[in-house]
């Protein structure tokens, strides 16, 4: 068994929300539970979320923002975690021999859609567990 920490996850995501939305930290990671993916379907452009702004007074309206944008925010950085994960089990000596299951765990890991692809991405088994489940 091979196990290694990628220092990137939900934290890094939910900064990259606030700061592409302009919208608070809370505001991002109640975006990013509600709406995020990790990746994107034809169908999310139809549907918007309304994004409170960074400065707005509580009677302003919030701005709408398709959930696509979201998506978009999070993409790069959900591929960015994979190509790390690529390099550690390249790097470990392992490659060939790890891999054949890898487990997720964090908040992020229960994106819609991340398993799926990082099966596709890393060409393995995905789960996902709690690190507690993991030491036990």
């Given at each position: 068994m091979f196990t290694d920490c990628i220092p990137l996850g939900?934290?890094?995501i939910t900064n990259d929300i606030a700061?592409?939305?302009?919208?608070?930290?809370?505001n991002a990671e109640r975006i990013k539970t509600l709406h995020g993916n990790a990746f994107l379907s034809p169908?999310?452009?139809?549907?918007?979320?309304?994004?409170?702004?960074?400065?707005?007074?509580n009677g302003s309206p919030p701005n709408l923002v398709a959930k696509s944008k979201v998506i978009q925010i999070i993409q790069p950085r959900v591929e960015e975690t994979?190509?790390?994960?690529?390099?550690?089990?390249?790097?470990?000596?392992?490659?060939?021999?790890?891999?054949?299951r890898i487990v997720l765990t964090g908040?992020?890991?229960?994106?819609?859609?991340?398993?799926?692809?990082?099966q596709?991405?890393?060409?393995s088994k995905c789960g996902s567990a709690s690190p507690f489940e993991l030491m036990a």
């Open positions: 939900g934290k890094h700061r592409g939305l302009s919208t608070s930290i809370v169908f999310e452009d139809r549907d918007t979320i309304e994004i409170p702004q960074i400065g707005e007074e994979l190509e790390l994960v690529r390099e550690s089990i390249s790097n470990s000596g392992f490659e060939g021999i790890a891999g054949h908040g992020a890991s229960q994106l819609p859609g991340m398993r799926e692809i990082v596709e991405n890393l060409k």
